[in-house]
């Protein structure tokens, strides 16, 4: 097989401590050249980043995981006059204001790996886990309030709308008043062990509950789904024309935002009905249509199971200004 048929898959070492997912699929939406410049704005071990550089590209990579950062830096293509490899140790959120510091104004593509990263989830002091015992933590960024800091403090009623809200845990409230009568809460089999009970889990049923409200307290410890939201807005605005934006995500909350954001970016808008008239476009599209949903294979699904809840979305910036951007100035028409 020659360099030019080479899937990007066949790039990640065999012991690799992460495996990207869906990685031959987002390379093609990306279909970076050389000289593009991409930004892979969750870099973790680098399995996109990795692919991108092999087709000639400058990667400015972004993750506030100091641990992820770190690995990065021993990579070669960081060093020398002009490296291939930039590394931000900065959330996706703040993509745009970080490049234009670095002096780029746009870029060719985006992609985006929602959640967290295999490496966080297998080593048991990150806390993101309840495979084995660890600390509650789940800090992304291993700074500011932690899991347990949220269970420990946070009312009953706060702690139930969390659960519910991100978790989508139909007996939220059961689970939060059982929290508060455990506190304190330290580790993740503690906290584990507490959910199981309050919702009457028997060991070797098909999925432990206890994965929902874990799913809940990571995404608002981390603020992810506000991340990603910031991150979409900053895509949009960082895009050149024919620019591709990728975003693989795990779970429907974040898929639903990925998805209602393209369909809007594209100009896709309800049609109305007997008590509401359509609505009028306000905006001219600034991505064109975008894809249906890719999901993995099942080669992939037996090769990697943690790839079996993702899905790939990705749509190709038009020439149409940014919708912040038309706003601010007021016009919001290309």
Same mark, same amino acid.
């Given at each position: 097989?020659?360099?030019?048929?080479?899937?990007?898959?066949?790039?990640?070492?065999?012991?690799?401590?992460?495996?990207?997912?869906l990685l031959d699929e987002v390379i093609a939406a990306l279909a970076p050249q050389a000289g593009d410049v991409i930004v892979d704005g969750t870099f973790g071990a680098g399995g996109y980043t990795r692919a991108i550089l092999a087709q000639g590209a400058t990667v400015h990579a972004f993750d506030r995981d100091p641990d992820a950062i770190a690995a990065g830096q021993q990579w070669p293509e960081t060093t020398g006059a002009a490296p291939t490899l930039v590394l931000h140790p900065r959330r996706f959120s703040e993509m745009a204001t970080?490049?234009?510091?670095?002096?780029?104004?746009?870029?060719?593509?985006?992609?985006?790996?929602?959640?967290?990263?295999?490496?966080?989830?297998?080593?048991?002091?990150?806390?993101?886990?309840?495979?084995?015992?660890?600390?509650?933590?789940?800090?992304?960024?291993?700074?500011?309030?932690?899991?347990?800091?949220?269970?420990?403090?946070?009312?009953?009623?706060?702690?139930?709308?969390?659960?519910?809200?991100?978790?989508?845990?139909?007996?939220?409230?059961?689970?939060?008043?059982?929290?508060?009568?455990?506190?304190?809460?330290?580790?993740?089999?503690?906290?584990?062990?507490?959910?199981?009970?309050?919702?009457?889990?028997?060991?070797?049923?098909?999925?432990?509950?206890?994965?929902?409200?874990?799913?809940?307290?990571?995404?608002? +410890?981390?603020?992810? #789904?506000? !991340?990603?939201?910031? &991150? @979409?807005?900053?895509?949009? $605005?960082? %895009?050149? =024309?024919?620019?591709?934006?990728?975003?693989?995500?795990?779970?429907?909350?974040?898929?639903?935002? +990925?998805?209602?954001? #393209?369909? !809007?970016?594209?100009? &896709? @808008?309800?049609?109305?009905? $007997?008590? %509401?008239? =359509?609505?009028?476009?306000?905006?001219?599209?600034?991505?064109?249509?975008?894809?249906?949903?890719?999901?993995?294979?099942?080669?992939? !699904?037996?090769?990697?199971?943690?790839?079996?809840?993702?899905?790939?979305?990705?749509?190709?910036?038009?020439?149409?200004?940014?919708?912040?951007?038309?706003?601010?100035?007021?016009?919001?028409?290309?």
């Amino acid at each position: 097989m020659s360099a030019a048929t080479t899937p990007p898959s066949a790039l990640v070492p065999a012991q690799a401590p992460h495996i990207p997912v869906l990685l031959d699929e987002v390379i093609a939406a990306l279909a970076p050249q050389a000289g593009d410049v991409i930004v892979d704005g969750t870099f973790g071990a680098g399995g996109y980043t990795r692919a991108i550089l092999a087709q000639g590209a400058t990667v400015h990579a972004f993750d506030r995981d100091p641990d992820a950062i770190a690995a990065g830096q021993q990579w070669p293509e960081t060093t020398g006059a002009a490296p291939t490899l930039v590394l931000h140790p900065r959330r996706f959120s703040e993509m745009a204001t970080a490049l234009a510091e670095a002096g780029v104004t746009q870029v060719a593509g985006v992609v985006l790996d929602i959640g967290v990263s295999s490496m966080q989830l297998d080593q048991r002091e990150r806390g993101f886990a309840f495979s084995s015992d660890g600390p509650l933590d789940m800090r992304m960024s291993q700074d500011g309030m932690s899991a347990a800091d949220f269970l420990n403090e946070a009312d009953e009623a706060a702690i139930a709308d969390v659960l519910y809200v991100y978790g989508e845990e139909r007996q939220s409230r059961r689970v939060a008043r059982a929290v508060v009568a455990a506190r304190p809460l330290t580790t993740t089999a503690q906290f584990a062990a507490v959910v199981r009970k309050a919702l009457g889990y028997r060991p070797g049923a098909a999925k432990d509950p206890a994965t929902r409200s874990f799913q809940a307290v990571r995404i608002h +410890v981390n603020g992810e #789904l506000d !991340e990603l939201r910031a &991150a @979409l807005d900053a895509a949009e $605005r960082l %895009l050149a =024309p024919g620019g591709r934006l990728a975003v693989v995500s795990f779970h429907s909350l974040e898929d639903r935002i +990925v998805k209602q954001f #393209l369909r !809007e970016a594209a100009g &896709a @808008l309800p049609s109305g009905s $007997r008590h %509401l008239p =359509p609505q009028a476009q306000a905006f001219a599209a600034v991505f064109e249509k975008p894809s249906a949903a890719i999901r993995p294979g099942a080669e992939e !699904e037996a090769r990697n199971p943690r790839a079996r809840s993702a899905t790939l979305r990705w749509a190709v910036r038009t020439t149409a200004r940014a919708r912040a951007f038309s706003q601010s100035a007021g016009s919001q028409s290309a």
